[in-house]
């Protein structure tokens, strides 16, 4: 068994460092759907923590037991509600996202927003309401007052953003059931594991396994920069 592991790491890694298109299609993939997902994720997520952080209206706080609750959604849950939502029957089905990357897309917003809104809120409400005072009294406009209280908590930010990614580049369900693992379309590197294993082809499910051990790593480690520097700053 050793002698079967080894080999296919040593395959899995010549697939890797040889270029295989195959590999690397699956993850161009998961790594391009998942950057569209949080770049649209980032600013609504963001705008929804400073609300809920800086302003005053009724159901604030529900809003954010709301969110807070979306924490612990199962991926397999979102994408069921979006698959129903998107196929023929469903309510939005006349647009045909089923089993695109746009779908996914979807879905991944749909699992990175509350991570961004409750980290985004915890932030801003931990940072120093003086400055938001403070900018709006020396005539600042509402937009530069925000720009100045986001610099405030910027770290705690990138935390968040770090946090949010790490939640969808790895997920399964939701890209499962909105994607449909379509070869070369949508699927991406957690769904190519999952049907590779189930076939016995352990060399490229190790290969991609690998790939998103090192994505892991990197964003444990921002995760713990950001976190480290917003704390030494505080």
């Given at each position: 068994?050793?002698?079967?592991?080894?080999?296919?790491?040593?395959?899995?890694l010549?697939?890797?460092f040889?270029?295989?298109?195959e590999?690397w299609?699956?993850?161009?993939?998961s790594?391009?759907?998942?950057?569209?997902?949080?770049?649209?994720a980032?600013?609504?997520?963001?705008?929804?923590?400073?609300?809920?952080a800086?302003?005053?209206?009724?159901?604030?706080?529900?809003?954010?037991?709301?969110?807070n609750?979306?924490?612990s959604?199962?991926?397999?849950v979102?994408?069921?509600?979006?698959?129903?939502l998107?196929?023929?029957q469903?309510?939005?089905?006349?647009?045909?996202?089923?089993?695109?990357?746009?779908?996914?897309v979807?879905g991944?917003?749909?699992?990175?927003?509350?991570?961004l809104?409750?980290?985004?809120?915890?932030?801003?409400?931990?940072?120093?309401?003086?400055?938001w005072?403070?900018?709006?009294t020396?005539?600042?406009?509402?937009?530069?007052?925000?720009?100045?209280?986001?610099?405030?908590?910027?770290f705690a930010?990138?935390?968040?953003l770090?946090?949010?990614?790490?939640?969808?580049?790895?997920?399964v369900?939701?890209?499962?059931?909105?994607?449909g693992?379509?070869?070369?379309?949508?699927?991406?590197?957690?769904t190519a594991?999952?049907?590779?294993?189930?076939?016995?082809?352990?060399?490229?499910?190790?290969?991609?396994?690998?790939?998103?051990?090192?994505?892991?790593l990197?964003?444990?480690?921002?995760?713990?920069?950001?976190?480290?520097?917003?704390?030494v700053?505080t």
């Open positions: 068994m050793n002698n079967d592991l080894t080999a296919n790491l040593v395959e899995a010549a697939l890797l040889s270029g295989d298109p590999i299609a699956i993850i161009w993939v790594v391009s759907v998942s950057v569209k997902a949080i770049l649209i980032l600013p609504l997520g963001f705008g929804l923590a400073f609300l809920l800086y302003a005053e209206f009724p159901g604030r706080r529900l809003l954010v037991t709301v969110f609750s979306l924490l959604v199962p991926a397999v979102v994408g069921l509600t979006l698959y129903l998107l196929s023929r469903g309510p939005l089905g006349d647009l045909r996202l089923l089993f695109t990357q746009d779908a996914m979807l991944q917003i749909a699992l990175s927003l509350p991570v809104v409750a980290m985004g809120h915890s932030a801003y409400q931990g940072g120093d309401r003086r400055a005072e403070t900018a709006l020396l005539g600042a406009s509402r937009l530069r007052a925000v720009v100045s209280v986001t610099r405030e908590v910027k930010l990138l935390a968040a770090a946090a949010g990614f790490g939640r969808i580049i790895a997920e369900g939701a890209s499962m059931m909105l994607g693992n379509i070869q070369h379309y949508t699927r991406n590197i957690p594991i999952a049907l590779e294993t189930s076939k016995g082809a352990f060399a490229q499910g190790i290969a991609l396994g690998l790939v998103l051990l090192v994505l892991a990197l964003l444990s480690a921002s995760l713990s920069l950001f976190q480290g520097r917003g704390a700053r």
